[in-house]
């Protein structure tokens, strides 16, 4: 069975940052693309950042390009988010998705003072 | 970045009744749709992709059909489970994007 379970978001204060985590297992992860995507409250669906299966190619939403990073370690099965500069219009769950069909649970991550 | 069109924005059917939820697309993005149902607090679950294809375990009340850069999902026999919010996705380029959102009730 596929899981995807993210971790790591919270409460953080604007211009610092956090870094999210996504454990996969259930497949072969080196096999796949992975992506992030998030819904601020009461939004709609907002694609954040892909990375290719090998991680030799990254692609962001230019409202996080220079901000946010986008990293996988194979090994561990393990999907990354580092976000730097967060802004108040960061706040949002975020998602860890191996796109079309599966998604985990999400992580809310607030950004306030 | 292609922009999906979604409408309409809301919605509000009888069960039994067929309701017609649409995207279009701002460019040719081939058979790159998705279509999601997502419940209050509950991750996207997947309906259809490839624009026409059932997701696992979806009933075959879904269908998804295409006409050029529009792209349609159809749910037939409307039940009171299916009440949610409804979005489109294109995954034929970088960045990936949504549709706004359908918002489905049930009368």
């Known amino acids: 069975e596929v899981q995807l379970v993210e971790s790591g978001g919270g409460l953080v204060q604007p211009g610092r940052s956090m870094k999210l985590s996504c454990a996969a297992s259930?497949?072969?992860?080196?096999?796949?693309?992975m992506a992030w995507v998030r819904q601020a409250p009461t939004k709609g669906l907002e694609w954040v950042a892909t990375?290719?299966?090998?991680?030799?190619?990254?692609y962001y939403r230019d409202s996080v390009k220079g901000r946010f990073t986008i990293s996988r370690d194979n090994a561990k099965s393990t999907l990354y988010l580092q976000m730097n500069s967060l802004r108040s219009e960061d706040t949002a769950t975020y998602y860890c998705?191996?796109?079309?069909?599966?998604w985990g649970q999400g992580v809310m991550v607030t950004v306030s003072s | 970045d292609i922009q999906m069109t979604q409408s309409p924005a809301s919605l509000s059917a009888s069960p039994e009744e067929i309701v017609t939820i649409t995207c279009q697309a701002s460019q040719d993005i081939g058979n790159w749709l998705a279509w999601y149902q997502q419940k209050p607090g509950k991750s996207p679950q997947l309906l259809i992709y490839s624009a026409t294809s059932l997701a696992d375990g979806i009933p075959s009340r879904f269908s998804g059909s295409r006409s050029g850069t529009q792209y349609s999902l159809k749910i037939s026999r409307l039940q009171v489970e299916d009440t949610g919010i409804y979005y489109c996705?294109?995954?034929?380029?970088?960045?990936?994007?949504f549709g706004a959102g359908t918002k489905l009730e049930l009368k």
């Open positions: 990375i290719s299966y090998d991680g030799s190619s990254t």
């Open positions: 996705l294109q995954r034929y380029s970088n960045p990936y994007t």
């Open positions: 998705t191996r796109a079309p069909g599966y």
């Open positions: 259930g497949f072969t992860f080196s096999n796949y693309g």
